[in-house]
């Protein structure tokens, strides 16, 4: 528990993610060979604010590349990608910039919540899952969607996105197992790699691209 404390608090730079990775090969020694094969885990980082969590909600059910021209397209249709641009700008603009009416529903609830008080900064000094809960309470926002944000804009450590299909596929290839876990199953064998649950997603997601001959599925 010592050795865990005087880690970094957040995953910000590569030399956080490698002890944090060294203390989850400590924790969960089956990850020693997964990152033996893995190779360099990139340290991957989103903008910590609202627009990092627009870009998150983007990629829902989309490509990393189909994310990226919505949202080129939104900040060319917005000129910035704040709250109050989002909450300004007709529904029609948004759908000419390639967001679904769910989507767009999502992005104004995010909006408002934004500017009714919710401080996004503030949920890296929450436990993973009373800020994945916080974050849920804005209507539109999952858990895969608050997981994602959390791990890559904000570097929580103990976040992982166990209903993500490359986490569980990499898992299932990972550890031998017969078939590929559920949510809930992967879920509740991630409390094993606590409190380093965000190297494990990380480094399975590396583990994921090497595995499928470079096919990259990291969400961001």
């Given at each position: 528990?010592?050795?865990?404390?005087r880690l970094p608090k957040a995953i910000a730079t590569p030399r956080d993610l490698k002890l944090?990775?060294?203390?989850?090969v400590r924790t969960a020694p089956e990850f020693e060979a997964v990152r033996e094969c893995a190779g360099e885990v990139p340290i991957r980082w989103l903008d910590p604010g609202f627009a990092g969590l627009v870009w998150v909600v983007m990629g829902q059910q989309i490509s990393v590349a189909a994310a990226r021209a919505?949202?080129?397209r939104l900040?060319?249709?917005?000129?910035?990608v704040t709250p109050e641009q989002v909450l300004a700008a007709p529904d029609e603009v948004m759908r000419m910039?390639?967001?679904?009416?769910q989507k767009?529903?999502?992005l104004r609830a995010i909006s408002g919540a934004v500017q009714g008080g919710l401080d996004l900064d503030s949920l890296i000094a929450l436990d993973?899952?009373?800020a994945v809960e916080r974050l849920r309470?804005?209507?539109g926002i999952g858990r895969w969607t608050a997981e994602v944000y959390l791990l890559f804009a904000l570097g929580h450590t103990d976040i992982f996105p166990a209903g993500d299909l490359a986490l569980q596929e990499a898992a299932r290839t990972a550890f031998g197992l017969e078939v590929r876990p559920k949510e809930k199953e992967l879920s509740l064998r991630a409390q094993d790699w606590r409190p380093h649950r965000a190297a494990a997603a990380r480094l399975l997601w590396a583990y994921y691209r090497v595995a499928r001959s470079g096919r990259d599925a990291t969400p961001v």
């Open positions: 528990m010592k050795a865990a404390a944090h990775l060294d203390a989850l919505i949202m080129t900040e060319e249709a917005l000129d910035a910039a390639g967001l679904s009416r767009i529903a999502t993973a899952e009373a309470d804005v209507r």
